[in-house]
């Protein structure tokens, strides 16, 4: 829904002051040049090699000439831990964590300001879900994008998130992942679970260390 | 009582509802011809997909069709003292009615069938609405090359069939059966007109191509994102183009005035 592919049934979705319910598909597309997409399932276009997919928002919308679409095609693929040997790769030749790699480098390659990421972590092992986190958590720190995401992993989501919302019995419940971990309503602490009580002992570990 | 009308008047409004939507997408079809970057490399591709793969199809198919034809006619007409008219009949028949229809039907099985599959997998597996969170738009960067590739391919196709049934005719009527062939021949250019006939038979499969390509993106478009909605969308196809084809046969052979 931020990202306009479908529309409320009620209320209003606004995206860097853009009323999306108000847009006409020309004009998401403008709002959409800004939005970074990682979907659950890749959707890369399996009849396009790696370096065509992560390319073509740039052949697309930037008048790049093909030497300078291959250094930032590069760039974003070295960035996500891939070497150029991928390039020449159909998507159904890369194994989940490296297709969830490819996704994600073509959802960055424009630069954008806001990335929405669905589900970055189901079904990957525990080695990519580190990647991954890693990659989210550099591109928020230090590369100051503003990242949504969409995750049924809690151990991660705790770890990267500055807000969570927690959607609970069809109420939203918001706050810090501190917040949320050590919430007085025991069905949401009994929904974060395991991970929750980990993240507060993390936490409080840290701030003892801290103020020995 | 009362549920037969509600029935039919549910029926009658989604069968509305079905052709603004496929007018709506039609639109947008035409709309994204125009539209820049040309998709040049994705409609050859699409050409080569929809029209040389499906000539070894229809070589087959418009030679075994002409031998059957030459045959049956062959019979025929020797009973009444008139196979010196082969040429004509065989000729009149394919070019006005069974090489553009036959045609249709063969292309709507071989291409038209494997386009819906291939965009409603697209469907399912998210990629169109990748494209659109990439602000690029599915029906002009996937749609519109293919759709287009059907209607040019459609007529180029139909001349072949005609061609090889042709000749499949001229093998049974003249090599096997002993017809002289310069009868065969000269019958043949004497009835077909070609501003009358082949120009009939032009339109007919141009008309067939793009209402394939229309049904068989729309199709894809709008089915159901998972493996029984593909399945359905691909069924939808064959029988609604088939139907369509059929259909439009008749309209333009009457407006045409036969």
């Known amino acids: 829904m931020i990202g306009g592919l479908q529309r ?3 209320g209003e979705v606004r995206v860097a002051g853009h009323l999306l319910s108000a847009l006409s598909e020309r004009e998401l597309g403008e709002v959409r040049r800004e939005i970074g997409m990682l979907f659950q399932n890749g959707a890369l276009l399996d009849s396009m090699t790696v370096f065509e997919n992560v390319g073509l928002p740039l052949i697309e919308h930037t008048k790049q000439s093909r030497a300078e679409v291959r250094k930032r095609v590069d760039a974003v693929l070295e960035a996500v831990g891939l070497g150029r040997d991928v390039e020449p790769l159909l998507p159904r030749e890369l194994s989940g964590g490296m297709l969830r790699r490819v996704a994600f480098a ?4 424009m630069e954008p300001r806001l990335l929405l990421a669905d589900e970055p972590f189901s079904g990957l092992d525990p080695l990519n879900v580190v990647r991954i986190e890693d990659l989210l958590t550099h ?22 998130a500055d807000q969570m919302v927690l959607l ?9 992942p501190e917040e949320l971990a050590s919430h007085p309503d025991p069905a949401i602490t009994e929904f974060i679970g395991e991970d929750g009580r980990a993240y507060l002992a993390r936490l409080h570990e840290l701030q003892q260390r801290e103020d020995p | 009582m009362s ?11 989604s069968l509305v509802g079905s052709l603004g939507r496929v007018s709506r997408f039609g639109l947008s079809l035409l709309r994204a011809l125009p539209k820049r970057p040309t998709r040049f490399g994705f409609f050859v591709h699409a050409l080569f997909d929809a029209g040389v793969l499906s000539m070894a199809l229809i070589c087959l198919s418009g030679f075994t069709v002409g031998m059957v034809l030459g045959l049956q006619l062959y019979t025929t ?7 010196e008219g082969l040429g004509a009949v065989v000729g009149l028949s394919l070019v006005r009615e069974l090489g553009p229809v036959l045609t249709g039907l063969l292309v709507t099985g ?7 599959a291939e965009i409603g997998a697209m469907k399912a597996t998210e990629q169109l609405d990748g494209l659109r969170m990439m602000a690029i738009d599915p029906v002009h960067f996937v749609a519109m090359p293919r759709a287009l590739a059907l ?5 180029l196709l139909n001349g072949l069939f005609i061609t090889l049934a042709i000749g499949g005719a001229y093998v049974v009527g003249v090599n096997l059966q002993g017809l002289d062939g310069g009868v065969y021949l000269s019958g043949l250019e004497n009835a077909v007109r070609f501003g009358d006939d082949v120009g009939q038979s032009l339109l007919k499969s141009l008309v067939f191509g793009m209402l394939l390509g229309l049904i068989a993106t729309y199709k894809g478009h709008s089915c159901a994102p998972d493996s029984a909605g593909v399945a359905r969308a691909t069924t939808s196809t064959v029988v609604t183009a088939s139907v369509s084809i059929l259909l439009a046969d008749y309209m333009i052979t009457a407006l045409w005035g036969v």
């Open chain 1, 8 to 10: 409320p049934d009620s």
């Open chain 1, 106 to 109: 073509r959802a960055i390659v």
């Open chain 1, 139 to 160: 591109l928020n720190r230090d590369l100051g994008l503003t990242i949504v995401v969409s995750s049924h992993h809690m151990a991660s989501s705790l770890r990267m």
């Open chain 1, 168 to 176: 609970h019995d069809k109420k939203c419940v918001v706050g810090t």
């Open chain 2, 3 to 13: 549920s037969l009308v509600h029935d039919l008047g549910a029926r009658s409004s």
């Open chain 2, 77 to 83: 007409l020797t009973r009444f003292g008139a196979a």
């Open chain 2, 110 to 116: 071989r291409a038209g069938s494997a386009i819906t």
């Open chain 2, 151 to 155: 209607t040019v391919a459609m007529p």
